[in-house]
């Protein structure tokens, strides 16, 4: 654990002298901070899109924008929060954007069904396992989709997420909940009723 | 997390973020471009800048600049300060 804090503590540090160099336009600090933090900012779009391909292209456009707002960027606080919240808004762009820009009929299927176009190629290279729980995170609308990917996959806690979206916790609680019941049924797990939540097994009488 | 299904959850989706790479090329582009938008945007890079949005000197080619500034000295306002003060007054 102690090796852990210590390896953050290092990290922060390095980050804080890596954004002072970007913003004097220093080009291979911005690489080294891109090597640091690439797959973090990847995965989350990956997740978000569905799409390998606009993953890429975003995860570059997340660390231009980087180089090109680091003055706005205070070196003194964590990078973490500012990647999460420039990758989540960007990905959110795209998918909007995605839906109103409908392309050949086989997407617009694809699209009906699972509320976003998939990458054709891209999920025939899933194995099964993966691919079950893509379709289930697919499945979610967005807003759940970009909660449910920051909490699960990325471990941050629901006040984190909170301050990236810019959204109250309430509203995080709320998107989780229904985020995670539908994963859960997607998936064929057991859905638990919560406290203070309606349950949502109850059939009626 | 509180039970097992969620454990689940979050375990497939580390397992599946893992097991993706991100394309070698990207920080190889991601340089270009930037390297690139450097010489093209003098507001990159300067020390001296205030902020980071796109400046009042990508403004400079145009034909009527924009002022950037309150001064008194600045000709949009010695041309409105002209037309609205009467002539005899300046006589």
Known sequence: LQQLVRYKVKA??????????????????????YDRHQRLVYRTALAITNDGEAAADLSQDVFLRLFRFAENIDPARALEPWLYRMTTNLAYDWVKRRRRWPGPIEDLVDFISTGVRQNPSYVAEMNDEWREMYDALASLPLQQRVVVVLYYMNDLSLQEISEILTVPVGTVKSRLHYGRIAMRRHLGLQVQPEAGWPDLNFEGP | MDNLSDIYISQCLKNWAASEQPPNNIRSRLLLKAASASLHDESFASPDASFAYPSYRQSAGSL????????????????????????????
């Open chain 2, 64 to 91: 009527f600049p924009i002022p950037t500034g309150g001064s008194f000295y600045q000709p949009l306002l010695w041309v409105l300060h002209l037309n609205l003060t009467p002539i005899k007054n300046i006589a």
């Open chain 1, 12 to 33: 922060a540090v390095n980050d804080h002298d890596l954004i002072l160099k970007i913003q004097k336009g220093d080009l291979e600090a911005l690489g080294e901070l």
